[in-house]
């Protein structure tokens, strides 16, 4: 009996030691993942900008950005990947990479995403997809033009009108299909 309780407490507290060590690597993870997203909305004379991102778990794959397309020009996303934790997180480093090579220097949405949407579908082969919504802000005209890819409608508000509008659109999620 005492050489199996001792046998027992080796083994707890080698579960111990791995169990700390996944959650010190989760927490790397999370740090990492919370690097990627802008740490402040840019400033756009005239506009307000403001996004956070909480994850349900340590790490997740909810993101939003703030692109530079060209001067002037931001691009801004909003996404979500299927699934939660780590395949979540990783497919979510990888889109946010893609949408953002994609969109750099392209100040036409729907040809942002179309070509992100090509490099996703190479890329996955997990069955996981992603909803997104990007708009292109022209700070210089005063237009938003944007693309939904399934993605839940974001809210504009209007001063000038002193009420929201639903930025709605139809498309289909990234990574479902080319």
């Known amino acids: 009996m005492v050489v199996d309780l001792k046998k027992h407490m080796k083994d ?3 579960a111990t030691a791995e169990k700390e ?12 993942q919370q690097r990627l997203l802008p740490q402040s909305a ?3 004379e005239g506009v307000d900008i403001a996004a956070a991102n909480i994850p349900a778990r340590e790490v997740g794959g909810d993101f939003f950005d703030f692109i530079p397309v060209a001067k002037g020009i931001w691009g801004l996303a909003i996404a979500d ?3 939660k ?3 979540a997180a990783m497919f979510m480093g990888l889109t946010r990479t893609i949408i953002r090579a994609s ?13 992100a949407n090509d490099l996703i579908c190479r890329d ?16 210089a005209e005063s237009t938003l033009h944007y693309v939904s ?19 709605k659109a139809k498309g289909v999620a990234l990574g479902v299909r080319e």
């Open 12 to 14: 707890l507290e080698r």
């Open 21 to 32: 060590g996944l959650l010190k690597e989760l927490e790397i993870a999370r740090d990492i």
């Open 42 to 44: 840019p400033e756009i």
């Open 81 to 83: 990947v299927s699934g």
């Open 85 to 87: 934790g780590m395949p």
């Open 103 to 115: 969109a750099t220097g392209n100040s036409s949405a729907h040809s942002a995403i179309r070509q």
């Open 124 to 139: 996955s082969t997990s069955g996981m997809f992603v909803t997104l919504f990007y708009a292109v802000f022209d700070s």
């Open 149 to 167: 890819a399934g993605h839940n409608p974001p809210i504009l508000y209007r001063t000038s009108e002193d009420r929201m509008h639903f930025l």
